[in-house]
């Protein structure tokens, strides 16, 4: 069956140094998944013949089930799946191994979404992550020509030009990323940065002044500013910027370094030594990274990210086309991958619950307790679960964790004076 087309943005995004081909995707446009577990507004009956009755905020779910019930509440034995049995999901996989099941995915995603620009774009990404760019580009303008308003594709592209040194193709791919997402966090630092390398560096100011203007500005475009102003000769305006991001971002490497070389210029040659000395004990850090960036084609650890990102977003488009029972094996081969993942358990926990798996859901929302045992939802989470399984007792213990983390918040304090009065 040929699934329908999206013109939907990918799930997988950029974040950090982005024409780095192993930069870590985020998850933008991928929503967090709507949270069930915020407010238990009342329990009409507790035992194991009543039902209890869960209501959430307006914008949220409203469920009433009966605890006891077999044919509402299913127990599904997740971890069993015949493709755990897979030589990439074990943790003695090969690189060589890791690399086939993601072209596998990959190639399985394209066959069931032909027409999708965000299938093509995910397959760029993760053509790209192995440092096949000839693929990668291959991939996004086939999703741009799908969608020719879809921002991955032109950025994609832009980071390929502008990692080739054609910055002039790499201007106009990041100007169109600009035009057509101006909320994008990276493309405006990146388009600075390749008008200053195209020689047009007064349009690259004027850029990336209107940029460093805007609420919150990335580390990156501020850099870059300070950059441009060293090219034009514009010292003084170069220190306030590198100092103002140095008390922004105290563990910015390159600000430090700027900044010794504004300080050079301006002839404080002392202030100038300062700083550079600050600069060379970050220069080590630095270096590890690149070590990192190097090896990471052919590291096993970095490709079982990749894996896990790819897998993610195969499991977002799965879920935009309806199809719940292919998403959840993306979303368990993620899990798998790096069980680490708190956005991938949080989508993992709604679709359990949403198909009233609820003692599946129970163990994700543990093992996001564990993952992050200072967030009150998880635990509150958890006490809802606990309650519709009629387990009250550790309803109750996670709803008191809940409380204990903030006292303050009456959403949490509501749910555990509910379930105390309905033991």
């Known amino acids: ?164 040194g054609d910055f002039d193709e790499a201007v106009k791919m990041f100007t169109k990323v600009v035009e057509l997402d101006p909320a994008e966090p990276q493309a405006p630092s990146l388009l600075g940065e390749t008008l200053m390398k195209s020689g047009h560096i007064e349009q690259a100011v004027g850029f990336l002044e209107r940029a460093a203007r805007q609420p919150d500005p990335s580390v990156i475009t501020s850099s870059d500013l300070g950059q441009a102003y060293l090219q034009m000769k514009q010292y003084d305006k170069a220190r306030r910027i590198y100092e103002a991001l140095i008390q922004a971002a105290p563990n910015t490497g390159s600000a430090y370094y700027g900044l010794a070389q504004a300080y050079a210029k301006l002839g404080q040659r002392k202030k100038a030594r300062e700083y550079l000395k600050k600069y060379r004990s970050f220069a080590a850090v630095d270096q590890e990274e690149l070590v990192r960036y190097v090896r990471g084609y052919s590291d096993r650890d970095s490709l079982r990210k990749y894996l896990a990102q790819s897998s993610l977003g195969c499991a977002a488009l799965y879920t935009e086309n309806g199809e719940k029972e292919a998403a959840e094996r993306y979303w368990r081969m993620t899990s798998v991958l790096d069980p680490t993942n708190t956005l991938c358990l949080e989508q993992l926990l709604t679709h359990y619950e949403s198909q009233h798996r609820l003692a599946d859901a129970v163990l994700i929302g543990r093992q996001l307790c564990n993952l992050q045992p200072d967030n009150p939802d998880h635990w509150l989470d958890v006490a809802i679960l606990y309650g519709r399984l009629g387990r009250l007792d550790q309803a109750m213990t996670a709803a008191a964790k809940a409380v204990q983390l903030a006292p303050g918040n009456p959403k949490y304090k509501q749910a555990y004076e509910v379930i105390r009065q309905n033991r």
């Open 1 to 164: 069956m040929k699934r329908r087309g999206t013109s939907s943005k990918s799930a997988v995004r950029r974040r950090g140094n982005a024409s780095a081909p192993h930069d870590e995707p985020t998850n933008r446009g991928n929503p967090r998944p709507i949270r069930f577990g915020l407010i238990v507004v009342g329990v009409l009956a507790i035992g194991a013949s009543a039902g209890i009755y869960l209501a959430t905020r307006s914008w949220q779910r409203r469920v009433t089930e009966q605890t006891g019930d077999p044919k509402i509440i299913k127990t599904v034995q997740v971890g069993h799946e015949p493709w755990l049995a897979d030589p990439a999901f074990s943790p003695e996989a090969t690189v060589e191994q890791l690399i086939a099941q993601g072209t596998e995915n990959t190639t399985e995603l394209l066959r069931a979404f032909p027409d999708s620009a965000v299938a093509a774009g995910i397959a760029g990404r993760w053509w790209f992550n192995l440092g096949q760019t000839a693929k990668a580009r291959t991939m996004w303008q086939r999703s741009i020509q799908l969608d020719p308003r879809f921002t991955d594709g032109y950025f994609g592209m832009g980071v390929i030009a502008k990692d080739g």
